[in-house]
């Protein structure tokens, strides 16, 4: 086992960031000369977050087939990344995977570690320990050994494994052992590891793992022996010097003044675009001025940025000393400790934002962390979090999002500055369910420009002082959906630089509310002006957004100066809008309004200068991409309206949306030709609210038959409508398999508890939650499933949750790839769940939470029906989730599958 192991092939190394190793790349050039007795203890993490995979096969005893293998942000342990492996194993005793390292000597503190989750028990790391003082007679190398360590019990949760005690252990029944086998002249002094291995071997079947966080204690590289490495101190002043800091470096680019963001001592508006692989200059011809990396950025990438004059949001650097030197760290804006980070994340961040504040030179670097909950805690470690919200295409209601941000900035330390996030793509399980379920065709994405600004402008009224746009897929790809993406984003950015002064120096002070329903204005105030964020909202937009509901409204602002007037900001011009002293301050008419609308007012004449003087830098270039979007959208919606014509699925006022829109598109172009672009504009406005309606009105129809748009992932977008349709002909008639679902009655827990049906509990302070089979009013039989939380105390309501109160999940149900699931029941939610915009959460684990459904309140039983196409063989779970205070009912829950249709053979001609 050892030899096979031995002869496998190299595995490229992979060094991973960490507070102590960032230390390293900023002293390293200042300490070389430094040469002591003794080694230093380092730290070696690898947190995944790059895209490469790094575990390879190398050895096994029983049949053994790599099925998948990728880096995956779907699941991490901590960050976003992890490494996914599914493996098919045959009969045997072992399955190594090997991460190679270089080689590491062997010392008291030496303790390496990784996590791992799995869906089989008993997998086990060990090491590879070569013995360079001797010599393996069958291979003439050194000899090497295996020194095993923790076994993996954890099943379907991440679990720590580590080898403990390895010098001891060599010194004493390992070197007992290899004298026994190998003869009295195996010397292990010196004794080095170059390999941490996993033995991947369970069972006989398919095996799913996810490998995140190796670590090592008392990591010393080999060729640093002899060498100082860590960080020296002065007087206590990092890397030596005077206690002035580090010599010829400038004075920090960026840093947080209460809760402004400056770069180069001024307020920063940061609009960030994740990385994936474009060249930085193309970005910033986009209208970005920052960039997100996932991994640390190479030299070139800094030096480019530097050039540009473009910012960088990365993680830590890696060690390496070929790193480039402190001075080319300039460009970096944040240095990112991680994303969708959870309570067991927080002591190794604490750590981390410790070292680099203490060994960081420009010490006032902001540290950003994306974390999901503990914002208490991670606020008081970081200067900026990052809030990350999907809500496109998914059941969380657009309406309820800047509430929703708003409760976050209440758990966090007051004064925190947040980042907000802007998807324009769908969730990666959305993706997944429409290829599979349109059998691999291709469907392009929906992204809507009026659904992305008003995503914006929740963030924006929610008080976030920068956005990033994440993205899947380059925006440099040639095709026409991801043309479509990148002009509408580059279209934000006209806006954003617009409103820059206001979210960026001003502060959120209030939100008003007009007399017409529905509609929000958030006030962004500086010295001499306020910026009001308008938003019109109603019900479903994430989904596919409404025309306008309203063409005016009037809005009162008090504290106004007399002589203040109001201004539409348009990225064609300004508008003058009608305005008037009133009883409680001044009364506003905003006509010819979008959902989404921008107002200035002001009484000082800079304020007007710098919209002008911007204006005429952008108006040209952003209203002839306005109307070049707008044409590719309509022959977008004429294709989807022709397929849905032809399945027999007509909207009756559609030939005269379509005609007007047209009519309307083809004035815009007249009229820019003339360089009127304000009415090109507005004949561009015209256009879209026709397309609105159109796109509005189908999917309208098609959702009517469902109780909710979460059941049918094709009914997410309006461009998978006509798919819908086909997959509702495919399904129509279709012989379903009985109910596969064990305990779904609710009328044993006896029967529930055998089948496997789980409670998970992990109440906040002051809160007391029930989990019964209740006799009172069941939908069916006897008993229904009762979830409920309640304050303890009544009058002291707890704050909202960060995570669900009361979860429950069922029993397996055992599917194969390529079936389809039907997942239905019947729910019951009295009244409004407290403390939490989410309500009832009902999803499986083929969709996750970003396909769950959102039950807020029913009248009465309300039934559910989630489809779902299985993407591999395996096991189905549902899970019913109670995140705030209040109460809800389930009762008989079906799971029934559907058989891929039979291959059958062409007759031979």
Not at 103 to 132: C, G, H, M, T, Y
Request: aromatic share 8%; with cysteine; glycine share 6%.
């Amino acid at each position: 086992m050892q030899r096979a192991l031995s002869t496998s092939p190299h595995v490229r190394p992979q060094r991973s960031r960490c507070a102590r190793l960032l230390g390293l790349v900023f002293g390293l050039l200042t300490v070389l000369q430094f040469i002591t007795t003794q080694p230093a203890v380092a730290q070696f993490r690898d947190t995944f977050e790059s895209p490469q995979a790094t575990w390879q096969l190398a050895a096994a005893d029983a049949g053994v087939r790599l099925i998948g293998q990728e880096r995956t942000f779907r699941q991490s342990r901590s960050g976003s990344g992890s490494e996914y492996l599914r493996l098919s194993v045959g009969t045997g005793t072992y399955v190594h995977l090997a991460y190679q390292l270089e080689r590491v000597p062997v010392i008291a503190e030496f303790e390496p570690s990784l996590w791992i989750k799995s869906d089989r028990p008993n997998l086990q790391v060990l090491i590879r320990v070569v013995l360079p003082r001797t010599t393996d007679r069958g291979t003439g190398k050194p000899l090497t050994t295996l020194l095993p360590g923790d076994t993996y019990t954890d099943v379907g949760a991440w679990q720590q494994l580590s080898v403990k005690e390895v010098l001891r252990r060599l010194d004493g029944p390992e070197l007992i052992r290899l004298r026994r086998e190998f003869g009295p002249e195996v010397d292990v002094r010196g004794a080095q590891v170059d390999l941490l291995v996993l033995n991947a071997y369970s069972s006989p079947g398919n095996l799913q793992l996810w490998i995140d966080d190796v670590e090592i204690k008392g990591f010393v590289p080999q060729d640093k022996v002899g060498v100082n490495v860590s960080r020296p101190t002065i007087d206590n002043t990092p890397f030596g010097g005077t206690n002035e800091g580090p010599a010829n470096l400038e004075t920090p680019g960026a840093e947080i003044q209460g809760s402004h963001l400056l770069a180069k001592g001024r307020p920063f508006l940061p609009r960030i675009i994740q990385h994936q692989g474009e060249p930085l200059a193309w970005l910033q011809s986009l209208g970005f001025n920052a960039v997100k990396f996932n991994a640390s950025p190479s030299p070139a990438l800094l030096k480019e940025a530097q050039r540009l004059g473009m910012w960088i949001v990365a993680p830590p650097p890696f060690a390496d000393e070929t790193a480039p030197p402190p001075e080319a760290f300039k460009p970096v804006l944040a240095w990112s400790l991680g994303t969708r980070l959870v309570d067991r994340d927080v002591p190794y961040t604490r750590d981390l934002a410790q070292e680099i504040r203490s060994i960081d030179p420009q010490r006032q670097r902001p540290l950003l962390v994306g974390a999901d909950c503990e914002l208490s805690e991670y606020s008081r470690l970081a200067s900026l979090l990052l809030i990350d919200k999907r809500t496109a295409a998914t059941s969380f209601e657009q309406n309820d999002l800047r509430a929703w941000l708003s409760d976050r900035e209440q758990l966090a330390r007051p004064g925190t500055p947040f980042w907000g996030t802007v998807y324009s793509q769908p969730a990666a399980a959305l993706q997944q369910q429409l290829t599979l379920l349109g059998r691999n065709s291709t469907l392009p994405d929906d992204c809507d420009l009026e659904q992305l600004r008003l995503t914006m402008y929740l963030n924006l009224s929610a008080g976030m002082r920068g956005l990033i746009f994440p993205s899947e897929t380059p925006l440099s790809i040639d095709t026409i959906p991801t043309s479509m993406r990148t002009d509408a984003l580059r279209m934000l950015n006209f806006e954003l630089r617009l409103m820059e002064p206001w979210i960026s120096g001003g502060q959120l002070t209030e939100e008003l509310s007009a007399p017409e329903a529905g509609v929000y204005a958030a006030v962004w105030q500086t010295e001499r002006s306020r910026l009001l964020l308008v938003t019109q909202r109603a019900a479903a937009q994430q989904y596919v957004a409404t025309p306008a509901p309203r063409n005016q409204f009037t809005l009162v602002v008090a504290g106004v100066p007399a002589a203040s007037q109001a201004y539409q900001i348009t990225t064609a011009g300004l508008r003058k809008l009608r305005s008037a002293m009133a009883t409680g301050g001044l009364r506003v008419t905003v006509d010819e309004a979008s959902t989404s609308s921008a107002v200035v007012i002001t009484h000082d004449p800079l304020v007007i200068h710098y919209l002008n003087r911007t204006l005429s830098e952008i108006k040209q270039d952003a209203t002839r991409l306005r109307h070049d979007l707008a044409v590719r959208r309509q022959t977008q919606i004429v294709d989807i309206d022709q397929r849905l014509n032809i399945a027999g699925h007509t909207l009756k006022e559609a030939p005269t949306w379509l005609r007007e829109a047209e009519g309307n598109l083809a004035q815009s172009q007249r009229v820019m030709s003339t360089g009127d672009f304000s009415a090109a504009h507005a004949y561009i406005v015209k256009a879209e609210q026709q397309q609105a309606r159109i796109r509005r009105g189908h999917w309208e129809q098609s959702v009517a038959a469902f109780h909710a748009p979460a059941a049918s992932p094709c009914i997410a977008q309006f461009t998978t409508l006509p798919l819908h349709w086909e997959l509702a002909e495919r399904l129509r008639g279709a012989t379903w398999g009985a109910n596969a679902q064990a305990g779904g009655d609710f009328e044993s827990l006896d029967q529930m508890t055998k089948a496997g049906w789980k409670n998970y509990n992990r109440l906040p302070d002051g809160v007391k939650s029930e989990v019964a089979l209740s006799l009172v009013n069941p939908h069916g039989g006897r008993s229904a499933l009762r979830l409920a939380a309640a304050a303890r105390e009544p009058k002291q309501l707890p704050p909202p949750f960060e995570r669900p109160v009361v979860w429950i999940t069922s029993s397996p149900v055992p599917v194969r790839e390529k079936q389809i699931a039907r997942i239905t029941g019947w729910c019951y939610v009295p009244q409004v769940v407290h403390g939490s915009h989410d309500g009832l959460m009902i999803f499986d684990s083929i969709g996750g939470p970003d396909l769950a459904d959102r039950i807020r309140l029913t009248r009465g039983w309300r039934q559910f029906t989630y489809y779902r196409a299985v993407p591999e063989s395996g096991e189905l779970v549902v899970s019913f989730a109670l995140t705030g205070l209040g109460e809800a009912w389930v009762d008989d829950v079906h799971v029934n599958l559907l058989d891929p249709d039979p291959i059958r053979e062409t007759a031979a001609r």
